[in-house]
């Protein structure tokens, strides 16, 4: 595992469905993330995507978090950075040339429902969209371009190393 897996948290905030939190949790899990947040699961998620996230990560030794929002997830891990992405207002650009840049610890947040983000979730956060992209993904689709660009360092799709 590099730095940056270890120095980058993936948040899953609010959530209904069972299959985005498992479907975010292999994704993570298999890019080589050691942990994983969920904030504001509700409904199915909170039933059975949960328990289901958390048998994934103790069958690969891994962490899942489940806090009750995303001001607990920032206040009780200490981010030094926090990056939103969504589509709406957003402040920078990524891409394969141009990946969030970590500092220290950093939390990457996918909105896994509808609405967006609030103002008030996502304040002191640096958001961030995906160039080249119109609209919302969802939050798998976010979270595989974006985590895999971070593992990668920038170096893009088709590089191998």
Do not use: C, W
């Not at 048998?55 to 891990?77: C, F, H, N, T, Y």
């Not at 950093?106 to 002191?124: H, K, M, N, Q, R």
């Not at 993904?137 to 976010?142: I, M, N, Q, S």
């Amino acid at each position: 595992m590099t730095s940056v897996e270890g120095d980058v948290i993936p948040v899953l905030h609010n959530v209904s469905s069972v299959q985005r939190v498992v479907d975010l949790a292999r994704l993570a899990f298999n890019l080589g993330y050691s942990n994983l947040v969920v904030t504001k699961a509700y409904g199915g998620a909170a039933q059975s995507g949960v328990p289901e996230a958390m048998r994934i990560a103790l069958k690969m030794g891994r962490s899942l978090i489940v806090l009750p929002d995303l001001p607990d997830a920032a206040r009780l891990l200490s981010p030094d950075k926090i990056i939103a992405v969504t589509p709406s207002r957003p402040e920078k650009l990524v891409s394969p040339s141009t990946p969030p840049q970590v500092e220290g610890k950093t939390l990457v947040v996918f909105s896994g429902g509808e609405p967006d983000f609030t103002p008030e979730e996502i304040a002191g956060a640096e958001r961030v969209y995906i160039s080249g992209v119109e609209g919302k993904l969802g939050p798998v689709a976010e979270a595989a371009l974006i985590l895999y660009l971070m593992r990668r360092g920038g170096q893009g799709f088709g590089s191998r190393g």
